[in-house]
């Protein structure tokens, strides 16, 4: 079972920021909470990723809380093209995990114009 | 740089048929892995590799087989198709603890 609880669905306006919450109350100290998106049933896209402070990158930020229990990803200023599934995951470190990803069913982001 | 190609990217197989899904990378990553999604679910793992040589079961792998002879494709084989296995494959390889970079998919019809 996924490890990671998304709302279904969210809308955003354009040029607004889109604020997606994240919850991991189980989380581990060695796992990280990872974001993807997918677009139009592609493949999923890396956005960006974290252990316990926050992060930037040119895509997204994520804040994560201090008692790592949940995150959020904040696009900045959502376009049309940011209409996607995103896919909160937590992944553990450690190599006898094999990497692997768990995935919930995200939530679905509309942005609308 | 093409990353993770998958091929064929769609197909119509009739049931009991056979056929190999071809995931080629040109990263030299170590770690491979073959998904499916169903409308409205999330992804669920089918089989991964470790390296070369190196196969192991994961989630959802009745039906299907994979292998690894060369570190650079990951072949997913469905024996005897089904119905069930109607789906879009994923292919994805990740290198220590990065980042997963994925294909473009495969979308996969049973009939």
């Known amino acids: 079972d996924a490890k990671t609880t998304q709302p279904p669905s969210m809308d955003c306006a354009e040029g607004r920021a889109a604020n997606l919450p994240c919850n991991h109350s189980?989380?581990?100290?060695?796992?990280?909470v990872y974001w993807y998106r997918q677009i139009h049933s592609q493949g999923p896209q890396y956005i960006i990723h974290?252990?316990?402070?926050?992060e930037t990158n040119e895509m997204a930020s994520l804040i994560i809380t201090e008692d790592r229990k949940s995150s959020t990803l904040i696009l900045p200023h959502a376009t049309l093209r940011d209409t996607a599934v995103y896919y909160c995951?937590?992944?553990?470190?450690?190599?006898?995990?094999?990497?692997?990803?768990?995935w919930g069913a995200g939530t679905k982001l509309i942005i609308k114009p | 740089n093409a990353g993770v190609t998958q091929t064929p990217k769609f197909r119509v197989l009739k049931t009991g048929q056979s056929m190999t899904l071809l995931c080629a990378q040109d990263?030299?990553?170590?770690?491979m892995y073959w998904y499916r999604q169903d409308p409205g679910m999330g992804l669920r793992l089918i089989h991964y590799?470790?390296?070369?040589?190196?196969?192991a079961k994961g989630e959802v792998p009745d039906g299907y087989n994979v292998s690894r002879l060369k570190k650079q494709n990951f072949l997913l084989g469905l024996e005897s198709a089904a119905p069930s296995q109607t789906s879009v494959y994923f292919c994805?390889?990740?290198?220590?603890?990065?980042?997963?970079?994925f294909g473009q998919g495969t979308r996969l019809t049973v009939v």
């Open positions: 189980t989380i581990s100290g060695n796992e990280y």
């Open positions: 990263m030299n990553h170590e770690y």
């Open positions: 974290g252990l316990k402070n926050n």
């Open positions: 590799s470790v390296g070369e040589g190196t196969t």
């Open positions: 995951i937590v992944r553990s470190t450690l190599m006898d995990s094999n990497y692997q990803l768990i």
């Open positions: 994805a390889t990740i290198q220590g603890g990065t980042e997963a970079f």
